[in-house]
């Protein structure tokens, strides 16, 4: 099956910052890679996704880049501000999802 | 926030009883998905339908079922079986199945002692 890592687990930036988050999957065949935003306690978000067609994808301060020869994709949030502290998580998807372990991300003001 | 429900938020059960967490949707989605998160870690997948009547074992399914009788419906229940069945439960609904979009309900923190 799908394999998905992902790194770092925990990140702390100063607010103005950029954040890089990155993911790799071991199935070639996987064709959707959505990236998620946890808030402690509650229901994860839809923050960006791509498709295996397409490298790169943004909006405003999110993007996120895809090299299917490597079986990688990251996530690039600029300009970092406190309410971006949260845990990410990015997933592959082929017939279902995989998800990574997550991302801690802590934005200091 | 609103088209996909679970409830309770919290749920406390004694080991060895059997609970059945509740998942509603009204986005008429056809593909509903259950996952399990524990602290620290991310979401795995217990079980997936992709269709009234049809569903498939995730990842770690030993010890719950399910069962998809109505589009908008997804119990799961978590079995005497489950060995660790303290933890973050969360379902899911998609549109299109596994390259579209899911939207995640708010979870139920299930605590068995």
């Known amino acids: 099956g799908e394999n998905v890592e992902q790194h770092p687990s925990t990140l702390s930036v100063q607010e103005g910052d950029s954040a890089v988050i990155k993911c790799t999957y071991s199935d070639s065949a996987s064709n959707y890679f959505p990236w998620y935003k946890q808030e402690l306690g509650k229901r994860p978000q839809l923050i960006i996704d791509?498709?295996?067609?397409?490298g790169e994808k943004k909006d405003q301060r999110i993007a996120v880049t895809l090299n299917k020869t490597a079986k990688h994709f990251s996530l690039h949030i600029t300009e970092t501000q406190p309410e971006d502290s949260a845990v990410y998580f990015c997933a592959a998807s082929r017939e279902k999802f995989y998800f990574g372990s997550g991302t801690k991300l802590n934005v200091k003001p | 926030d609103g088209g996909i429900t679970q409830s309770p938020k919290y749920l406390f059960r004694k080991e060895g009883q059997n609970v059945t967490l509740s998942c509603e949707q009204n986005?008429?989605?056809?593909?509903m998905y259950w996952y399990r998160q524990d602290p620290g870690q991310g979401l795995r997948l217990i079980y997936y339908s992709q269709i009234v009547n049809d569903f498939q074992k995730g990842d770690i399914a030993e010890g719950y079922s399910v069962s998809r009788e109505k589009k908008e419906s997804f119990p799961l229940t978590v079995t005497s079986a489950q060995k660790n069945p303290t933890a973050f439960y969360l379902c899911a609904s998609s549109t299109g199945g596994s390259s579209y979009e899911q939207y995640f309900g708010p979870g139920t923190r299930l605590t068995v002692t």
């Open positions: 986005l008429n989605h056809d593909a």
């Open positions: 791509i498709r295996s067609n397409v």
